[in-house]
């Protein structure tokens, strides 16, 4: 097990909270720990809006490209990834998780199958009206397609054949999708997400800020995180 300070932020799906950790983590000069489901997948980059490779590079980003798409991934595995990653940051480095995955937030924050017998983990999450987040899918789709999601698409499933069940859940990637039904589809996701984090956490929430997650992170950060496999 190791224990190590932790600035955490969640939130659903297009509420700007990957480029507000990144902002953030560019000040600090922290390294960056995705808490992502999607992002853990080789090869899914324009469908999943991963950042890119310079940027990856530059955070030292953990939780991304773990598996292809032929492989099952959990929680239990994320964890695992988690343990391996934090083990490369320095001591003196600070560390940011960001992501959207709720699932891998109380894995991390209360451990795998155990009695929830603690109230909800106390953490950030971004606070957005859905109406912007909905404007926000819909450009962020078109510009998906511009960079070649389709052909992204072919090619992954030529390589790739059978996919896992989990990777099969993807939005954007499954045979015959078109806009509408992915652009449907990721609104609901966000729904679910921001209900999931409104009933399964504690959210300190904030707006979709640089300075609102800043003061947050400042008054009430770090967090203290156990990583263990």
Request: hydrophobic fraction near 40%; charge should be neutral; include cysteine.
């Amino acid at each position: 097990m190791i224990e190590r300070e932790a600035y955490l932020l969640a939130g659903p799906t297009a509420s700007g909270k990957s480029s507000i950790a990144a902002q953030l983590a560019r000040e600090m000069g922290a390294w960056i720990l995705s808490a992502d489901s999607m992002l853990v997948y080789a090869g899914m980059d324009i469908g999943t809006a991963k950042p890119s490779r310079e940027e990856r590079a530059e955070f030292h980003m953990g939780g991304v490209d773990v598996v292809t798409p032929a492989e099952e991934f959990s929680s239990g595995a994320w964890l695992r990834a988690a343990y391996e990653w934090v083990k490369t940051v320095p001591a003196e480095v600070p560390i940011v998780i960001v992501g959207g995955t709720g699932l891998y937030y109380s894995a991390l924050l209360r451990g795998l199958d155990r009695k929830w017998e603690k109230p909800a983990p106390e953490y950030p999450v971004i606070r957005i009206d859905r109406a912007i987040v909905r404007q926000r899918i819909a450009d962020r789709l078109n510009d998906m397609f511009l960079e070649g999601l389709e052909e992204e698409k072919r090619l992954l499933h030529e390589k790739y054949p059978v996919w896992s069940r989990t990777a099969s859940l993807a939005i954007g990637y499954r045979e015959g999708d078109d806009r509408q039904k992915i652009l449907t589809r990721t609104c609901q996701l966000a729904k679910r997400q921001d209900t999931w984090f409104r009933h399964q956490a504690t959210p300190l929430y904030v707006e979709p800020t640089v300075a609102a997650v800043r003061a947050c992170w400042q008054s009430k950060g770090p967090w203290k995180v156990q990583f263990s496999t």
